[in-house]
């Protein structure tokens, strides 16, 4: 009664179905408390089958809004196989508008395997990899930068070691019709929701699809235009659901995310200002941005310079990092 996670859902039957995992955790107002997380399933007959999910991280709303307007619109005679929706998956995160949860501070895609017997967010995780994940063809868990980045629109893939699955999911990222894309390479112990999904048999996709802790109409058209695109892809639907969307401007470039070398990290704690846009070319050496520090108004700004070339993926938003911070 006191751990583990349980549903009622029913894998099988023909039907748009809505209820919730349970997962009982007792609290100072509650001592028979459950969080519920909400899940959907919408079932006609045979066919590809495809997991949605969102708010993994609480405070990212691109995929959270547009999966909570999918399952308004999604109807079983308009579908073939199964689609199971996960719009706030991180269900605590999601409503303090957190990145990880406030119940046990779980970030739950650092989280994955899980523990059957641990905090509200392992067993979460331990649940989606070891059950659900497995029932699925296809994971699509959408992000963002959250409200302390910005992000590129871009798709994202862990490197699979199994040839044939890897060169699916690269199609399937590059089905999501984002302007960037990139092969990430977690390792097999990857504690993410791709990593899980890769361990569960399924193929696991996934993006960034804006940030800010806000949505924008351009952030909300890739991702529509990417749950529209990946559903179509499979063959579950056969026209978009969630509005006309323009085509792409082109394919998907694949840029590489491989070193931390790759990012600036602060050693100090400053006010950091920056020197180039999200979206910029850069190449090593050139100028980033300074940190200030407020503490000593006479001290000079330090400069700090990018160690390697590439496009500008993310830009950190609060203007005070702590040491270590990107
Ligand atoms: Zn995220």
Not at 145 to 155: C, D, F, V, W, Y
Not at 223 to 238: E, P, V
């Amino acid at each position: 009664m006191h751990t583990g996670l349980f549903h009622e859902i029913d894998f099988e039957k023909d039907q748009k179905w809505s209820g919730h995992l349970g997962i009982p955790f007792s609290i100072d107002r509650s001592p028979y408390y459950q969080l519920k997380i909400p899940i959907f399933r919408i079932k006609n007959g045979a066919g590809p089958k495809l997991l949605l999910m969102a708010g993994n991280h609480g405070d990212e709303y691109e995929g959270e809004l547009s999966l909570a307007r999918l399952v308004r619109r999604l109807d079983p005679k308009r579908i073939k196989g199964r689609v199971t929706i996960l719009p706030m998956a991180n269900a605590p995160a999601v409503m303090a508008a957190k990145r990880c949860s406030p119940l046990d501070g779980g970030n739950l895609n650092r989280a994955f395997p899980g523990d059957p017997s641990g905090t509200p967010t392992s067993r979460l995780a331990h649940f989606l990899e070891t059950e659900l994940f497995a029932r699925h063809d296809v994971v699509f868990d959408i992000h963002s930068g959250g409200t302390s980045m910005e992000h590129l629109p871009t798709a994202l893939v862990e490197r699979n070691t199994d040839p044939e699955r890897h060169k699916r999911g690269v199609e399937l990222m590059r089905a999501l019709g984002m302007p960037y894309g990139f092969i990430a390479d977690n390792g097999p112990a990857s504690p993410t929701s791709m990593g899980a999904a890769r361990r569960a048999g399924s193929i696991g996709i996934s993006g960034e699809f804006g940030g800010g802790g806000t949505t924008t109409p351009e952030s909300m058209a890739f991702t529509t235009r990417a749950i529209d695109s990946l559903m179509m892809t499979l063959g579950i639907t056969t026209a978009p659901l969630l509005g006309e969307h323009a085509a792409p401007e082109g394919p998907t470039e694949l840029l590489s995310l491989a070193r931390h070398s790759q990012g600036i990290f602060a050693t100090r704690r400053g006010w950091w200002e920056p020197a180039v846009e999200l979206g910029a070319r850069v190449t090593a050496g050139d100028l980033a941005g300074w940190c200030h520090n407020l503490d000593r108004l006479t001290e000079v700004e330090e400069r700090l310079h990018f160690a390697e070339g590439g496009v500008v993926i993310s830009c950190r938003l609060h203007t005070i990092p702590a040491i270590g911070s990107a």
